[in-house]
């Protein structure tokens, strides 16, 4: 008899079975003496789309909202379908004795494998594989250490209630929001919140009118310094106090009036959870969130280099700090090599209690490197930046504080203070580390000021302005979005919450580690923001679709409450039944609330165009390809065109100037014949070429009727009505023939 393992994707597997050793490859499963190891290709099954439920669902009618099917089913998916009928076949084999959950460790991994063993029917014995890392070591420590799959049943349920949530509200928003506004829209419990941050953002630029500031710097011959106004502040607005400093204070006398020295200790920042580090490499290396992830899940899943990558914690279990060692050893070959060793030999300094939290690790603990041997040359040039920030900050969790002095220096001029500071290293510490990998650590900011004078200063001295510098500034509008920002309002989405209660369910954030990445890029392709450098930019479409999308969805409080009851059903304490009950009631109240609003879908796009057959804006953009689409946001029409630069060989020729050539010695060839070739004059136009028909296409249009009323040739018109380069060219050289003939 075997065990069936069922992973998530063809690359665990792959490990797994050599762990196991099962060598035997098939279509769809790899086979051995005991086990049968099989894969999902993420999701094999899905929740059913509207009209398996009724035929009046397959046309989209805001009078058959809202669809609410007494329980949700599960289809597999067409696209994947031969692998499911794969694992399908293996459950039915005889000699299968029981299998093993080996899906990712979490909610969504959890659903992926109970979906499809729902639908394949099975019903017999089911075990759990729960690990963090897939080296050998740990695969066959999980192996050794399996347990029911029972224990996480609740973990499912919780899994199916939120997908059975996004369901109903999502198809029942979106389709309201669609068939009221004649646009193709789509709302949904993370996707508009985390828009609604890009909008008010945009919506803050656009209101920001601007302050005026000044700040003054002066000049103490050996150092200088700022003026500070306030105790934390060199913003000042008094247009006296301007005028003061550039005439009366040139050369004026003052007072060292403190002088103050302070140790003090930074610790080692804390380990990367998938968020953090997703931040980090965008703003180290300008990886998008989803780059990152999937170079992480390359370092994890290929590589095998680093720990579960979609972990929302930044500490460790206590298992954990034994394995130190071994991973050390791991990096002996890596531009870490030096601290690698001499912490193998000298020990180092990791704070247990700081680091090592048992509560605050969920799934998977934080993201650092495995005991696996890193092989450089095979890592890619993203892959090893990405390793790189994960090994620096492991070894940094592994060393003392960095401590430091500050002296600061506070002189008065005439009841104006000017301040400026010194700092200096006692103990490197963990920043040690970047320093002798010769690397930026992310963690370490640094002070600007360095004015070494300040240390020969005492209090009472007299010193003496040379020369002082007025600045005259604005204050700045707030910054757009970047990744690293975005994933940081996601994650602590608590902020943008006044309710004490909801706050406090909104630690995760909105999404998950694992969905955010996925989130940011979905509304790329909807076309709701767009990437401008490393920014986003919410479209006139994008903004639409937080004015006009019930207020209850453009908030995070939503997922704060869903989330507390998700985590109550998942510990066994939460209602399955009354949950989706009151989902139905909430999907069921907001189209109402769709279908009675009196608003109006009226993007205003920059540099659009009407659509030719329904007179309604189009938006502009720009393909992968460089193609300027025009794309009409009305979903009774659908019309999209995009211009094209096509060749047109004239008939005419150019000459061009043959380059002169030389003999031996250095003098030009003479020709009898013309240094001239001809080639053909070829110019290109720009047509328009069709990318899908309106759906209003039967319909005449203004243009085609103005063509005929001036009795002009269609064959001298585009397609839109209006004359190409191309015709006018032609129609030019006609012209200029006939006028050449009556000269003759």
Known sequence: MKKLVITEKPSVAREIA?????????????????????????????????AHYS?????????????????????????????????????????????????????????????????????????????????????????????????????????????AADWYVGMNVSRALTCHYDAKLSAGRVQTPTLALMTKREDER??????????????????????????????????????????????????????????????????????????????????????????????????KIVTYPRTDSRYLTSDIVPTFKDRLKALLNTQFASTAKSYLEDGFDFDNERNVKEEEVSDHHAIIPTEEVVKLEKLSCDEEKLFRLI?????????????????????????????????????????K???????????????????????????????????????????????RYTDATLLSAMEHAGRFVDDLD?????????????????????????????REGKYFVPTAKGREVVRLAPKVLQSPELTGIWEKRLDDISKGTGDYDKFILDIKKMASDLVE?????????????VDSKKCPFCGSEMMKSIALDGCVHYICQR????????????????????????????????????????????????????KIEVVHESKKKNRTFDSERNVKKNNFSSSSFSDVGGGTFADFFKQSQERAEKRSKKRK
């Open 18 to 50: 050599k762990t196991l050793f099962a060598f035997d490859r098939f279509q769809g499963y790899i086979e051995g003496s005991n086990y049968i190891v099989t894969w999902a290709l993420g999701h094999l099954v899905e929740l059913c789309d509207p």
């Open 55 to 163: 035929e009046r669902y397959k046309r989209w009618s805001i009078k058959d909202l809202p669809m609410l099917p007494e329980t949700l089913e599960q289809e597999v998916i067409e696209d994947t379908k031969d692998q499911f009928e794969n694992i399908n076949a293996l459950l039915k084999r005889s000699d299968i004795e029981s299998v093993v959950i080996a899906t990712d460790a979490g909610r969504e991994g959890e659903l992926v494998a109970r979906w499809i063993l729902k639908l394949s029917g099975y019903n017999g014995k089911l075990e759990r594989l729960w690990i963090s890392s897939q080296t050998e070591k740990a695969i066959k420590e999980g192996f050794a250490n399996l347990v029911p799959a029972s224990l996480y049943d609740n973990l499912y349920h919780a899994a199916e209630a939120r997908s």
């Open 206 to 303: 656009e209101a920001f009118l601007g302050s005026g500031y000044y700040t003054a710097r002066a000049d103490f011959g050996l150092f200088s310094a700022s003026y500070y106004p306030e105790e934390n502040s060199i913003r000042f607005t008094d247009k006296k106090v301007k005028e003061e400093f550039e005439t009366s204070f040139k050369g004026k006398e003052c007072v060292v009036s403190e002088l103050k020295d302070e140790e003090k200790e930074e610790k080692p920042p804390l380990l990367y959870d998938l968020t953090e580090l997703q931040r980090d490499a965008n703003l180290s290396y300008g990886f998008s969130a989803k780059e990152t992830l999937d170079t992480l899940q390359r370092l994890y899943e290929v590589h």
């Open 391 to 431: 090994a620096l900050r492991f070894l940094e969790v592994l060393s003392s504080s960095y401590k430091y002095k500050t002296t600061t220096c506070i002189i008065d001029a005439s009841g104006k203070n000017f301040k400026t500071r010194l700092t200096l290293p006692l103990q490197k510490g963990w920043r």
């Open 433 to 479: 580390v970047s320093e002798d990998a010769g690397i930026k650590s992310t963690a370490a900011v640094d002070n600007l000021d360095i004015s070494f004078a300040i240390l020969r200063l005492h209090e009472g001295d007299k010193v003496k302005i040379e020369d002082i510098v007025v600045r005259e500034n604005s204050t700045t509008p707030p910054e």
């Open 502 to 530: 909801i706050k406090g369910n909104l630690a995760n954030g909105l999404g998950t580690p694992a969905t955010r990445a996925e989130i940011i890029e979905k509304l790329v392709q909807n076309r709701y923001v767009e």
């Open 593 to 605: 609330e769709v279908k009675n609003s009196s608003l109006v879908f009226e993007p205003h796009f």
């Open 635 to 686: 979903l009774s029409c659908s019309y999209e065109e995009k211009l094209v630069k096509v060749p047109i060989d004239t008939g005419a020729s150019v000459k061009i100037k043959k380059a002169p050539q030389f003999t031996s010695d250095g003098k030009v060839k003479v020709s009898l014949k013309k240094p001239t070739v001809k080639i053909a004059k070829t110019i290109y136009e720009t």
